[in-house]
């Protein structure tokens, strides 16, 4: 099964101090890997993606995600959160099927940056 | 720049109705999935379709149905609707099916309740 998880349903974490947001996946083969970030009554919103090179890939919003396939994680990451960064964020990994490229999402984590 | 365009934005029925849910991707994108979001859970995939063909599908009920029409918008029919159908439903578009094809713009959803 290919699948991702998401450990933590919550993350609080100070302004202006670094974030991590955890994500692992379980696939079989090469790995496509994406974070969106959803706000309250918004639709997903596409902050970066992993398909291959460097480990490290820069996104949307200075967020920062790392691969590691010893690992078999994608946590995403940013060196100064903001309390505008609150909102629910999704690990996905693509499943390239015959037709299509559906994303299967992990469970979300809510991350709250107070002041 | 244009977005996905989703409508309603809300929609409210009662049990064993229909309902229809449309969805306008972006221009010049050929792709569209549906994915259902219950409250507080992760977008489940339902759907997809590509050159109006359908190209993949999820996790979608039988009393459920879509299609894609010649100018690539689409939509979802849901019938003998149930309490359990009540969720956010995110239309997301992308051009091509192909590994080009990385990433995914979601609309900001149709917000469904059943009563």
């Known amino acids: 099964a290919q699948s991702v998880a998401q450990p933590e349903d919550q993350v609080n974490v100070a302004e202006g101090n670094p974030l991590t947001v955890k994500c692992t996946y379980s696939?079989?083969?090469?790995?496509?890997l994406f974070w969106y970030v959803q706000y309250p009554n918004r639709g997903l919103q596409f902050l970066l993606k992993?398909?291959?090179?460097?480990?490290l890939v820069k996104g949307s919003y200075g967020f920062e995600a790392e691969f590691n396939k010893s690992q078999t994680s994608f946590h995403l990451k940013k060196p100064s959160a903001l309390v505008s960064d609150s909102a629910l964020y999704f690990c996905?990994?693509?499943?390239?099927?015959?037709?299509?490229?559906?994303?299967?999402f992990g469970t979300g984590t809510q991350l709250k940056v107070e002041l | 720049a244009a977005g996905v365009i989703q409508s309603p934005r809300h929609l409210i029925k009662e049990k064993r109705e229909t309902a229809t849910l449309k969805c306008y991707p972006i221009?010049?994108?050929?792709?569209v999935y549906w994915y259902q979001q219950g409250p507080g859970q992760d977008p489940q995939f339902l759907i997809s379709f590509y050159e109006k063909m359908q190209s993949d599908k999820g996790s979608i009920p039988d009393r459920f149905s879509a299609q894609q029409f010649s100018d690539y918008h689409s939509e979802l029919n849901m019938s003998s609707l149930e309490l359990g159908d009540s969720a956010l439903y995110f239309c997301a578009s992308a051009f091509g099916t192909g590994t080009t094809n990385e990433k995914l713009f979601f609309g900001s959803g149709t917000q469904l309740s059943v009563l």
């Open positions: 992993y398909i291959t090179g460097d480990n």
């Open positions: 696939v079989s083969g090469n790995p496509y």
């Open positions: 996905a990994v693509r499943l390239l099927t015959g037709g299509g490229n559906k994303l299967t």
């Open positions: 221009p010049r994108h050929d792709t």
